[in-house]
């Protein structure tokens, strides 16, 4: 087994709260579906460079790599 680390993004979450915005919400702005958005925010899924892009742009964020949370990045098991 390999470990793995998969980033939340955190912050992500916590502005998208602050702003008093629904996954939905964003994820449309992001031109995405629900499910995806999610995923990625609770670090299920690692979005495209484009993805991060778009997300960054519908939370009103200039600098898309500071939704990486990498210090909340917890560990998977992956069979290589």
Do not use: C, W
């Amino acid at each position: 087994e390999v470990a793995v680390f998969r980033p939340k993004f955190l912050r992500a979450k916590a502005i998208r709260l602050q702003r008093g915005q629904t996954q939905s919400q964003v994820a449309q702005l992001a031109h995405m579906s629900q499910p995806t958005y999610a995923r990625i925010e609770v670090g299920r899924l690692v979005p495209t460079t484009d993805e991060l892009d778009r997300i960054a742009a519908a939370l009103q964020i200039a600098d898309a790599l500071s939704l990486l949370d990498e210090m909340n990045a917890e560990p998977e098991a992956v069979q290589p």
